[in-house]
């Protein structure tokens, strides 16, 4: 049976209960193993050194009120789930979790949790859906019949824990090099940055605004990456490399980096946007240097798991930059987006009709 075909009745998809957490703590272990049973978002972080469900849970703690989890019930048995993450400001879902077991209907169950899924958001008013995923198990295939489309490839770099650190970076070799953290007034600079670095259709797409790049710190979730839902379990900062010349104004910036400090047992993170033309190599030091710090200030040495990094397809030459820094190519996902808003062209005059 194709795993694409129309849903067929049997189970039913319902919110999950508190009752079901110990089942679907199950599920998503076991979709997240090599079963030809079971299928899965399949992001590349599964295996001994970095854990799926440990990665991407959201633990009752985090769990926000509008964050959505909903599952497949057959027979008694919870065969599939879909994990949702809300963005209130800017009514944007991200499925972080799609889930399902059974060698002959896994196909259709996705299915019908995903067309719920979209249901509910013309509900309740998103505006896009993202999703991240391996090219594989028919998962692009799936999300595009839904109404997805794919619009970028990120590889997903990782720096094992048992490889050293960088120190960290003194307050003048910082500033020699131009490193300064972000703040508020640079909005504009990080927005004209981003559109240097990234293709127009991909920016339509996102439709960052300034808005945006002004929430600095923990609650900044731009650039988005496959990996943006673990930025909710650390202590993100922004810092910005300005240009040598400062594009005759002093605002022109060369890069900036987001660095994720993980709070919970999952790797750190980084994420870097820069014009081509410009070298990182120093600002990927600065992060790792960073990070180095923030793990053993006060003595508080958090479990290590290594840093994790995603680099979109078109952002080359970072990705070589980051293998410079001792960071291994681990896998390649795909980005999809569903737009539920119906763009409207420029309003402009036209000659009048003559009837």
């Known amino acids: 049976m194709s795993a694409l075909r129309a849903p067929r009745g049997g189970g039913k998809v319902r919110p999950a209960r508190l009752t079901d957490l110990a089942a679907l703590g199950e599920l998503s272990r076991l979709c997240q193993s ?8 399949g992001l590349p972080v599964n295996g001994p050194p970095i854990g799926v469900f440990s990665l991407f849970r959201l633990p009752l703690g985090a769990f926000r009120p509008n964050d959505l989890l909903y599952v497949y019930e057959d027979q008694g048995h919870i065969a599939g789930l879909v994990r949702v993450e809300r963005e ?4 944007e879902w991200t499925i972080v979790e799609l889930d399902a077991v059974g060698m002959a209907n896994a196909g259709d169950i996705r299915y019908r949790l995903v067309q719920l899924l979209l249901r509910e958001g013309a509900k309740r008013g998103a505006a896009r859906f993202h999703v991240a995923c391996a090219d594989a198990d028919d998962n692009v295939e799936l ?5 997805f489309m794919r619009y970028g490839e990120e590889r997903i770099l990782f720096r094992p824990a048992d490889r050293p650190m960088p120190a960290p970076w003194t307050d003048k070799r910082a500033e020699a090099a131009r490193i300064r953290p972000t703040n508020s007034l640079d909005a504009i600079p990080l927005a004209r940055l981003y559109g240097q670095a990234t293709p127009q259709p991909v920016a339509r797409l ?4 300034l808005a945006d790049w002004e929430r600095q710190g923990a609650h900044m979730r731009v650039p988005r990456s496959s990996l943006t839902p673990i930025l909710r379990f650390a202590d993100v900062e922004g810092f ?13 910036l060369d890069a900036y980096i987001q660095v994720g400090v993980a709070k919970e047992d999952q790797p750190h993170y980084l994420k870097v946007v820069a014009r081509p033309e410009a070298d990182v190599s120093e600002l990927i030091d600065f992060g790792l240097g960073i990070i180095a710090a923030q793990t053993t200030k006060g003595g508080d040495h958090r479990p290590e798991r290594g840093v994790i990094a995603p680099v979109r397809t078109y952002e080359s030459p970072i990705d070589r930059r980051m293998e410079d820094a ?18 409207v062209a420029e309003p402009a005059l036209v000659p009048a009709g003559v009837r």
């Open 34 to 41: 090599d079963s030809v049973d079971t299928r899965s978002l």
């Open 88 to 91: 209130s400001v800017r009514d």
């Open 143 to 147: 999300l595009m019949q839904a109404g």
């Open 206 to 209: 996102e439709a960052f605004r």
């Open 240 to 252: 910005v490399q300005a240009a040598q010349d400062g594009g005759g104004d002093g605002t022109m």
């Open 326 to 343: 001792g960071f291994d190519s681990i896998a390649t996902v795909t980005l999809l987006m569903k737009e539920t808003l119906i763009r």
